[in-house]
């Protein structure tokens, strides 16, 4: 819960979504383990403190209940199911312990005749059966009413679902819309960041938690977990000078427990109190207070699917008419009774939310009417802190078409749009601090896009039986490690300008391919490189050899393309050897990973085949450095279309993590796509500018 805490406050998102501790059975059962006093039925607790940590325990499971609510929003049908029926078996034994404990007396055990007081009901004069009523109303009662919630939005998420789905299905045929109208156009960065807003703005709102977190029944059970914070807190105070008055058999560890749920119920009570201030700010209005104060009122989406069960036909295991009627009659009754119940439980929600509204409404106007009467003192100074904000907003579209709602009638008040906006914006802003420095280096050095085509010669086939196509990492891998085999470089040189700057590079690069090159023959090559790399930046070998081989200090640059050649041909024939009749995944990335040493070396003896002696390392060094540049440069132009991509994905419990690596992604990027905005590219379609091979293709018949 204090890791859902720190995450929703680092990520500005106060309505806390449940990231980290999540309803499922792992989590059942450590709660089972925590809540271990409330269920023990055999040891007698004779000291007081040994009777509170029993009832701190249960308001621990109230704020427990209370936190996890959100994370059902996360879960299909199946999941919902089994994970509610566990939680309900659970709270259900939970319930019959307790309720047999306070029957039996076991938790207001006491000593007449012993000079230390040791029962609350013996300490106020309380009666037995008064006793017991107070503690099941604030056990019992409490804990079923979050379980009746916990079904009661299990009922109505799947629905409430289906209904934002089709409203993101809508909202993302009109961004795509408002998209194709910019071409032919260029995507700059100001275009794709009003993009990334247009999705982050969907996937705020139609996020499945931020739904559940701003629910009727998520307002009640936050009130609920308040009440019996404040209820723990009291009996804290009033009972803290007994903190020593433990006697029963779990002797010390009974105060620790105590303490320690008391402070994981302060703590926990934050994000459920939140998530209802949230649902107010989000959406407070004259238009949301009027309609939310009509608690009769129940949206469909709450009952939906049990009319859609009511009028559904089962399979019936008869086939006599008699019994098919009886077992119909039986059906819609059952079902009848559900609607009803869940209709006035609803409502009931709504009425234990609406009491703290009025305290809400009356402290913000307090707020309000305080705003005014500083702002006429510090007038100017207001209008020279908001105003800038205010423009910025302003400058932006309509972006109310974006804002998905489970209610047609119903919008979110302008501050809250505001406030998703300048989420995002701050997201971009800081990530545009974490610009890779060596990648921008190495990126200044190319001017144009030439070299991709030089560096692997048509000429030159793969070695062995199977064609292997280029790569955009493995060509990457294979050409830095040449560059690195260099003996007479400054090793600084190579480690500033290559290495740190491919190493940048390498994590753009492997987005491009995942999000454009991922069938399957390009996805083994893709592994290749990644195993490759790190062989390379790592431990400095090449497929197990020793790069700068003192030995090379000896030879040409040529001499070290000759031996680099030589040893990939052997490593090629040797994998040939091995995997006759064998599948071996090593073997076959081994394979690919000399293919590509063979064929990119080869082109250069080619190329320089008439003064190969003569090369020296510096002037192979730089061409190597200008061919990774222009490599570089050409993969990263597909960086507007894979943000573009990112921001949108099927899988409703991904948006959001999808859009904010959009955002990310952009902030990181912005100098890349800045610099790379100035220069010609390609007429080629988007699908084609992803592949080095097209690229290879069109450059060819360009400069042929």
Request: include cysteine.
């Amino acid at each position: 819960m204090v890791a859902d805490l720190l995450h929703g406050l680092r990520n500005r998102k106060l309505w806390f979504p449940c990231k980290y501790f999540t309803l499922n059975a792992a989590t059942i059962t450590v709660i089972a383990i925590a809540i271990k006093l409330p269920m023990d039925l055999n040891n007698i607790m004779y000291g007081i403190v040994d009777q509170e940590a029993k009832l701190g325990s249960m308001s621990f499971m109230f704020t427990i209940m209370a936190n996890l609510l959100p994370s059902l929003a996360t879960m299909d049908s199946k999941e919902l199911v089994s994970n509610i029926i566990a939680l309900g078996v659970f709270v259900i034994t939970l319930i019959v312990n307790v309720s047999i404990q306070i029957h039996t007396g076991i938790l207001f055990y006491f000593e007449e005749n012993s000079n230390v007081v040791v029962s609350v009901a013996y300490r106020y004069s309380i009666g037995p059966v008064l006793m017991c009523v107070i503690y099941a109303s604030i056990s019992v009662v409490p804990l079923l009413m979050l379980l009746i919630i916990y079904v009661c939005s299990s009922l109505a998420i799947v629905k409430s679902k289906q209904i934002l789905e089709s409203k993101y299905q809508a909202a993302h045929v009109t961004a795509l819309r408002d998209q194709e109208l910019q071409q032919p156009e260029r995507l700059n960065v100001e275009k794709l960041k009003q993009h990334v807003s247009n999705y982050w703005i969907m996937a705020e709102t139609g996020s499945p938690q931020f739904m559940t977190a701003c629910s009727t029944t998520t307002s009640a059970s936050g009130v609920i977990c308040a009440l019996s914070t404040g209820l723990q807190i009291f009996v804290v105070i009033l009972n803290f000078k007994f903190l020593r008055d433990y006697r029963s058999d779990y002797k010390w560890s009974t105060p620790l427990i105590f303490i320690i749920q008391f402070i994981g119920v302060i703590l926990g009570t934050i994000a459920p109190l939140a998530r209802f201030f949230a649902a107010l700010r989000f959406k407070l209005s004259a238009k949301w207070i009027w309609k939310h104060l009509k608690v009769y009122k129940v949206e469909s989406y709450w009952t939906r699917n049990l009319y859609d069960w009511k009028h559904s036909s089962i399979p019936f295991p008869s086939n006599g008419r008699k019994c098919k009627v009886v077992i119909q009659h039986m059906k819609v009754l059952i079902l009848s009774i559900c609607i009803g119940f869940q209709k006035a439980f609803v409502v009931s929600c709504k009425m234990i939310s609406v009491i703290p509204i009025f305290f809400v409404i009356c402290a913000l106007c307090c707020l309000r009417c305080w705003k005014w009467l500083k702002g006429l003192f510090h007038a100017s100074h207001v209008e020279s802190v908001e105003n800038p904000e205010e423009t910025q907003l302003g400058e932006d579209e309509d972006l109310s078409q974006y804002v998905l709602q489970l209610e047609e009638d119903m919008e979110f008040a302008e501050r809250t749009l505001k406030g998703i906006l300048k989420s995002v914006n701050h997201l971009i802003r800081k990530a545009e601090k974490q610009q890779p420095k060596n990648l921008m280096k190495l990126l200044a050095e190319s001017r144009g896009f030439e070299e991709v085509e030089k560096f692997d010669s048509r000429h030159v086939l793969s070695l062995g039986s199977e064609e292997y196509r280029n790569c955009w990492s493995l060509s990457l891998v294979t050409l830095t490690t040449i560059a690195m085999s260099l003996s007479n470089i400054q090793k600084k040189l190579v480690d500033c300008l290559l290495i740190r700057g491919v190493s940048e590079g390498l994590v753009y690069v492997k987005l491009v391919e995942e999000s454009l090159n991922a069938t399957d023959d390009q996805v083994w090559i893709q592994k290749a490189a990644q195993t490759l790399w790190v062989e390379v930046e790592v431990y400095n070998k090449w497929l197990g050899n020793k790069l700068q081989n003192p030995d090379s200090q000896l030879h040409t640059a040529g001499r070290i393309l000759q031996l680099l050649r030589d040893k990939a041909m052997s490593m090629v024939m040797e994998a040939q050897g091995t995997s006759i009749g064998v599948s071996n995944d090593n073997t076959k990335r081994r394979s690919i990973s000399a293919n590509s040493m063979y064929r990119i070396t080869e082109t250069m003896l080619l190329s320089y085949h008439t003064n190969i002696d003569e090369l020296s390392q510096e002037e192979l060094f730089v061409q190597l450095s200008l061919m990774i540049s222009d490599i570089l440069a050409a993969c990263l132009t597909n960086l507007p279309h894979v943000i573009l991509m990112k921001c949108h994905t099927s899988v409703v419990e991904r948006r959001e993590s999808s859009v904010h690596a959009a955002a990310q992604l952009l902030g990181e990027t912005t100098q890349i796509i800045n610099t790379l905005q100035e220069r010609e590219l390609p007429s080629l379609s988007p699908a084609d500018l992803a592949s080095i091979d097209k690229w290879r293709a069109y450059l060819k018949d360009r400069y042929a």
